[in-house]
């Protein structure tokens, strides 16, 4: 027997998903512990084992999605920082860019995140490498040590972030400055700035080391409280982590750079996603999950999540490739609210979860998207968040009255559906917006609904785009769990330049991919894998002459000219991404080498036995386009494979609500997945 | 010569023929679409630009308007840009009247005199089309590497007259009914200096509009093109009432503001007064700008949609940041310049210069606004930018152009420290890293750190300016130094200090030190090191006020030296 565990930490609830050989997997929430979040990860595991009765010992892989990074940047509560830089920069976290986002203010926030390691808590060491990657200045090690000495000793740093100017094409002084701290102290946490992110620019590279080092003991913690509790549950299987690229590592090797594992959570989504197509045969997706304050977008295209090189943590630009995953502020706890003109808004304020949506009865006073659903008929009030949560329905209607229908003269039925269709206006903006930054027309893609509330809105929100198919995952509540398990194990070395790629000899090309398979392979062999099935890949970062942002574009070594396809390839990603590509020198600013072992093939999950009738009933629901209309009722976990239905119609289930519009049809596929499809004149 | 013009965007659709009572959610859907489309627009325009200048200081913007010219909805791009499109839509609609636009139809401009703003700016507009309707104006703006004239880059600091700076397009057709300009873009092709790049980004903005026009035809086929107009005319009703509404808490009555530039480049001896009066009353807000100085001999000179541009950021700030954009907000905005001064040139004044005077009129404005609402405004900020074009030969013959912008400190505010180098008012461009600068000239960046003691001091503090240097390593360099705020410090504000004033020095390579006047063209050689120290935001409220432990903290992290702290703050222990 072997048992594979997936355990995702949301906000709100840690989902674990269990799977083993031939059986359906079988999943369970239980609330988060935001304080201690392994509490709740130990706390599903015990409740799995007395549920399921699941033996500890035959746990062969336990893989987590967590949210620890991102949650100690936004609480603050990341490491005592001190950071060393190249004397004369000192100040580079201060100074930014320059650029600020909101462009009417006044009052001016500062826009860079000085918090990391403020001026008393960094120093300047004399060294100085150049353009060339020369050494001008040689390092000052008596300097570095009475700076670490000083950081440590008087200003109680717990992690020490080295940038130096243009150490990615030299990394000596870097490295050299990590053999002194550690020599001083040698359980300091240090990051240095060519490992973290190899790449030019200093202000960026200075921001994800100094990232690194913020986050990196706390995960330490974290990670190690959390393997000695699967120890002490005797679990055998060592733990894996999701990284933000979408592959798992395992945590021993995680926690040296922790700055991959801030989309954790999300990348564990996307790859969630992406198995749902696939059950229903699509390869280009976009993923929605929408939450309480905030709804999700990522797109999958051939089969692979997008990436993006750098992604924003709390607003800042954190320059590690990850998964394209998009935040609006639009969710189910968007408060929709009247301007002085009489306007309609919707959000960005959200009634979060405390109090929530009014139905929730804790005392919220605003009307929001939820609430609109349950004024709609979507959403069964003693059946939310499967029957844990019982709504009050009458909330809803109290506060959509007082607060927009009559204060506009509208039924309350309309206001709601014109609360609905606002959000639905601003959420498919934002799916265009992400489509049109990846050059990809989002027509094309099959939508796949995610969270609790992604189903309620899918198929307005597939309207709106002029996107017919759906794909409504099994558990869409727990996808990201489920996508834990059908990630590859995957590791990732890369090394900056800044080379022109007609000067770039294949001789060249090859060592420097050698050395770092080499860095990937030593990674792998920590996983305890099977290296005879490792897949490599390869990809250069490339740019323009003259541009200076890059593209990633994948590098194939097995022809004859690999040097002569990388130009054409990026010419053609340039192309789709830009809208234009001359065919002008290239500059080559970095080279990445991906090993990924994928795990053995799903077992294809039984399917539903239609022990019981599916169809509950009708309600009465209003629907966009269509006002108030009977639909169907049905009981997702009793639909047979192979079910038609036609909309309208509702599906509930335990984790979420799909509601099927005028003109669409359902069909509930093997595993039970739904493909939503809207007919071609509709 | 007329004393004086009114300068206003309120061209009001009076009298909505659209009677019936429009649907408030529809309304709002539009109202997102239409953000949509402007951002979509916009990336469109960036992302498919050519040139540098777009690509890495995002130097372009787009926009919809309203068939009778008024803002329908703008990208989150450059303020100075948006602004300026106003009266450059105006002018193409007096030019090509909507009865005479057809589909298929580009305008192209960039004349000062005729609507434009400074020549490298060329504005594009589309008119959209639905079933034979007029809908909308798509219209996109970049800032072109090249248009000719007396230096490369067409932003000549010592030009005297306008013919000197580039190429001049009046209101013409680039593309009718389908059909490109033929006779234009061969013009336009042999009198710059980077045809290629002037080419692909015209492209651009023709794919930009392009977008535009496309996503509007959708939407008007979703809504009518009868119906769209009246919700774009609800929308603008809305975002007036909702300003009038902001300037309604403000106290009624005239407020005056002064500031100087250091010089106009070339009479360097005299500062040049930009003086507004800000009005507050029933009509609205009305800024007059009549009482600055005549207008200057270099091209500091501003034609009258730089100061129009500085009302529309100064109304956008004050009022309610949830209210939409559009040009609703700016109908109870009237901007007044005389001709002949710094904001009416007579032509041929050159104007190529003219941000350094936006950036500063709008600061004045804001300081006006100060003396009406202190809590809403902060003190003086630095207004500025320090820009530096630098052409250089090495000693192997090669040459190389690049450049920088380097900006001051934020001015403080009721609630809390200005910030330290950050990019404010009308403009927003990045600053180039020292690994980028250092990759591309034989030039070594010796620092680049924050300037203690350069935030005004004050209950709260003025954000801090920054301490470069840069030192040429081989060959010669011709430096082009355009500085501001050398002799004018940003103000502080009840009982606040200035922030400190720029400071420019050349080490020549024999220890000669030369100050630099604010503006400047000269040679550097291998061994000369350039310092500039940009200037600092002003200090808001009484220094001694200032809590103890901020000053500490300051003091710690290197904002304030121990000496400066003591003679400002008075004692750090209380």
Partial sequence: MSIEIGVDTGGTFTDLVCRAPGQPPRILKVPSTPSEPSEAILEALAHARREWGIDAADVTRFIHGTTVATNAVLERKGARVGLLATKGFGDVLDIGRQFRKEMYAVKMVSQVPGFLAPGARRREVPERIDAAGTVLVPLDEDAVRAAVTDLVENKGVAAIAVAYLFSFLNPTHEARTREIALELYPHLAVSLSHEVNPAFREYERTLATAFDAYVKPTLDTYLSRLDAGLKAASVPASLQVMQSRGGVASAAVARLRPI????????????????????????????????????????????????????????????????????????????????????????????????GPACYGRGGRNATVTDASIVL????????????????????????????????????????????????????????????????????????????????????????LSIRRIVVPRHPGVLAAAGLLSAPVEHEASSGMQRRLDAFGLAELEAALAALDAECEALMRLEGVDLSRRVVSYFADLCFVGQSHHLEVPLAMDGPDPLGALYEAFLSVHDRVFGHAERQPAMLTALRVVHQVWPEADTPPADTPPDAEAFKGTRTVVLPGAGKVDARLYERERLAVGTAIEGPAIIEQADTTTVIGLGWHASVLAGGTLLLTRAENA | ????????????????????????????????????????????????????????????????????????????????????????????????????????????????????THLPDIYLVAPVFYDGTLVALATAITHHQDVGGMSAGSLPTHATEIFQEGLRLPPLKLRDRGRMNETLLAILKLNVRTPDLLMGDLNAQIAACTIGARRLCALAETYGAHDLAAVFDTLLDRSELLTRQSLAALPRGTFPYVDYLDNDGVDLERRVKIAVAVTIDDAGLTCDFSASDPQVRGPFNSVPSGALAAGCFAIRAL????????????????????????????????????????????????????????????????????????????????????????????????????????????????????????????????????????????????????????????????????????????????????????????????????????????????????????????????????????????????????????????PIET
């Fill in chain 1, 260 to 355: 991959r594992l801030f989309l954790s959570g999300p990348a564990a989504g996307v790859v969630g996603g992406r198995i749902a197509g696939e059950s229903a045969a699509q390869q280009d997706l976009i993923t929605v999950d929408i939450g309480g304050t905030s709804s999700d977008i990522a797109l999958i295209s051939r089969g692979k999540p997008m990436l993006r090189p750098e992604g924003l943590v709390d607003g800042y630009p954190v320059r590690v490739s990850m998964v394209d995953v998009n935040a609006i502020g639009a969710g189910g706890g968007s408060i929709a609210w009247l301007d002085g003109a009489g306007g309609l808004r919707v959000g960005p304020h959200s009634a979060g979860s405390e109090p």
């Fill in chain 1, 377 to 464: 008929g979507y959403l069964n009030p003693a059946y939310f968040a499967g029957g844990r949560l019982s709504l009050q329905p009458e909330l809803s209607h109290e506060v959509i009255a007082r607060e927009i229908a009559t204060p506009l003269g509208l039924g309350i039925e309309e206001a709601a559906l014109g609360i609905h269709r606002v959000v639905n206006a601003q959420m498919a903006e934002g799916i265009r917006a992400v489509s049109v930054n990846q050059g990809l027309d989002a027509r094309s893609f099959a939508l796949v609904p995610l969270g609790g509330a992604g189903a309620v809105h899918a198929t307005a929100l597939a309207e709106e």
């Fill in chain 2, 1 to 116: 010569m007329p004393p004086a013009l009114t300068l206003s965007p309120a061209t009001t659709l009076c009298g909505s023929t659209h009677g019936e009572a429009l649907d408030p959610i529809t309304v709002e859907v539009i109202r997102n679409k239409l953000d949509g489309i402007a951002n979509e627009m916009q990336t469109t325009l960036v992302r498919s630009s050519f040139s540098p200048f777009v690509k890495e200081g995002l130097d372009a913007s787009a926009s919809l308007f309203t068939v009778s010219g008024q803002t329908l909805a703008q990208a989150t791009a450059i303020p100075l840009h948006l602004a300026t499109m106003i009266p450059m839509v105006e002018r193409f609609i007096a030019t090509f009247p909507p009865a005479e636009m057809a589909e298929g139809d580009i305008y192209a401009m960039n004349d000062p005199y005729l609507g434009g």
């Fill in chain 2, 319 to 570: 009022a309610d940041p949830t209210i939409p954009t559009n040009g609703g907000c700016f109908r109870p905005l009237k901007v007044i310049v005389k001709r002949g001064t710094l904001f009416d040139p007579v032509p041929p004044a050159p104007v190529n210069a003219r941000t350094a005077t936006i950036k500063r009129a709008t600061g004045c404005i804001l300081g006006a606004l100060r003396e009406a609402a202190p809590g809403a405004f902060p003190a003086d900020g630095s207004h500025s930018t320090i820009t530096l074009a630098m052409g250089g030969r090495r000693s192997d013959g090669t040459r190389y152009v690049t450049g920088q912008a380097l900006v001051g400190g934020t001015g403080a505010h009721s609630a809390g420290d200005g910030i330290d180098a950050l990019e404010t008012d009308v403009g927003n461009v990045m600053n180039q890293p020292v690994e980028a600068l250092e990759a591309d000239a034989p030039i070594h960046v010796v620092e680049r750190r924050l300037r203690i003691d350069s935030g005004g001091p004050g209950k709260f503090r003025g954000g801090l300016g920054i301490s470069t240097a840069y030192t040429l390593l081989d060959g010669e360099l011709t430096l082009t130094h355009r500085g501001e705020r050398h002799n004018s410090q940003a103000r502080g504000y009840a009982g606040g200090g200035a922030g400190a004033p720029t400071n420019s020095l050349i080490v020549r390579a024999d220890g000669t030190r030369e100050v630099i006047p604010s503006k400047i063209v000269t040679t550097m050689h291998a061994g000369d090191t350039l310092l500039i120290e940009t200037p600092g935001g002003a200090g808001y409220g009484d220094p001694h006020e200032r809590d103890r432990d901020r000053l500490r903290e300051d003091i710690e992290n290197g904002r304030v030296s121990e000496g400066a702290a003591t003679a400002a703050y008075g």
